[in-house]
């Protein structure tokens, strides 16, 4: 079914009438705070067995505390409950049903991702497609993907899958659970906004988008939240996607950080005098000056990970129409490609080139 969308930017009176993902005021002070460390996984009991990781590339929670990891290295999932266990592992290299041909060289890098309807969706970039899977690690069907691009799948309840889209006009394009194209929604002119610059290495003629500049996630009640990381808005997509709103992201403290490190890149770029190649496999932006990585936390809390240019990774709650609410930082250092969490507060974040997974709680 055809759904036509209506991109509203609202004034912030009404936008706080929509904004169901905001915690309660603290009365405009952004709260800091402190995460710990509780575990790390592999265990530390399990190091010295078959369990290990490569190249950790994609990590989900499912609603009932267990954790994914995808390995693109060893071309496997595998799953753990909230204790650090482990409870299966599925996957295979090779190009049959539940097999996966991901290289840990970039572009092959498999992403991963839980949808509301219960089933694990592993996007497959060297066999093009779009692999779906039970909780258990069985294999449900695959669906082919014509014109590839970085991107994981994110999916409501009803199995509507929503991706990047490739049409150069828009950003998201969605999908039936048959992947059979309904509707595309938010136009690119919109994304390809750089309020502090442009990061070094773009190329504003290549309008096609990936999961580094734009974020996905969606919240249990199936809004979908969509995180610019070039014009620094979130938009929050209703339920019968019929509707957007705008965010902008204007915190005084982290537009001169961010505008503080692009200058920092800059710079450093130009006293290497760096030549870049103008071929397509060369036009990626620089991934490390990109701020967020976006999930959902506990009570769809909108939770946006970023390095600072102190390179100490944080995390920010964003109250969408009330901007930053806290701010939590890291007890030791994580590289933060990877980062979601359970319903019971943990938060996971990659570790030591992605080799490892930390398991951290905030400290209230």
């Known amino acids: 079914m055809k759904r036509s969308i209506i991109w509203v930017s609202a004034v912030l009176a009404f936008l706080s009438v929509s904004d169901s993902f905001s915690s ?11 995460l710990k460390k509780v575990g790390e996984l592999p265990r ?20 009932e505390n267990n954790i994914y990891i995808a390995d693109s290295g060893q071309n496997r999932i595998f799953k753990f409950d909230g204790r650090g266990r482990l409870l299966a592992s599925f996957g295979r290299v090779g190009q049959g049903p539940g097999e996966f041909l991901g290289s840990g060289r970039g572009g092959s890098n498999l992403r991963l991702s839980y949808g509301n309807n219960k089933e694990i969706y592993v996007m497959d970039p060297g066999n093009k497609r779009l692999s779906a899977f039970s909780m258990e690690g069985r294999f449900l069907r695959h669906f082919w993907i014509r014109g590839f691009l970085p991107d994981s799948a994110t999916v ?29 929604f938010i136009e690119l002119e919109a994304h390809l906004l750089f309020p502090l610059g442009r990061p070094p290495l773009h190329r504003l003629d290549l309008r096609i988008p990936n999961d580094y500049e734009v974020i ?5 009640d199936d809004k979908l939240i969509i995180v610019s990381n070039y014009a620094m808005r979130i938009f929050a997509v209703d339920t019968a996607c019929n509707k957007t709103y705008m965010y902008e992201i204007d915190d005084i403290e982290l537009r001169k950080d961010l505008a503080k490190r692009l200058s920092e890149q800059k710079t450093a770029l130009a006293n290497k005098r760096l030549r870049v190649n103008s071929g397509p496999r060369m036009v990626l932006p620089s991934n490390s000056i990109l701020p967020f ?19 100490q990774f944080e995390i920010y709650e964003h109250g969408l129409s009330r901007g930053f609410l806290s701010v939590y930082r890291f007890p030791e250092p994580v590289d933060g490609f990877m980062l979601c969490s359970d319903k019971d507060g943990q938060i996971y974040a990659t570790m030591e080139g992605r080799t490892k997974v930390g398991i951290f709680r905030i400290i209230e």
Not at 44 to 63: N, P, Q, R, V, Y
Not at 160 to 167: A, C, F, K, Q, V
Not at 293 to 311: M, P
């Open 293 to 311: 990585r976006a999930f959902i936390y506990q009570d769809n809390r909108l939770f946006l990970g970023y390095r600072n240019s102190d390179l």
């Open 24 to 34: 309660p005021s603290n009365g405009g002070a952004r709260k800091k705070g402190l």
């Open 216 to 220: 996905k996630t969606i919240a249990d």
């Open 44 to 63: 530390a009991a399990e190091t010295d067995s078959a369990i290990s990781f490569w190249l950790i590339t994609g990590m989900c929670c499912d609603k």
């Open 156 to 184: 409501d309840s009803k199995g509507n899958i929503y991706l990047l889209s490739r049409s150069g006009i828009n950003l998201v394009d969605c999908y039936d659970a048959d992947l059979k194209y309904q509707a595309s």
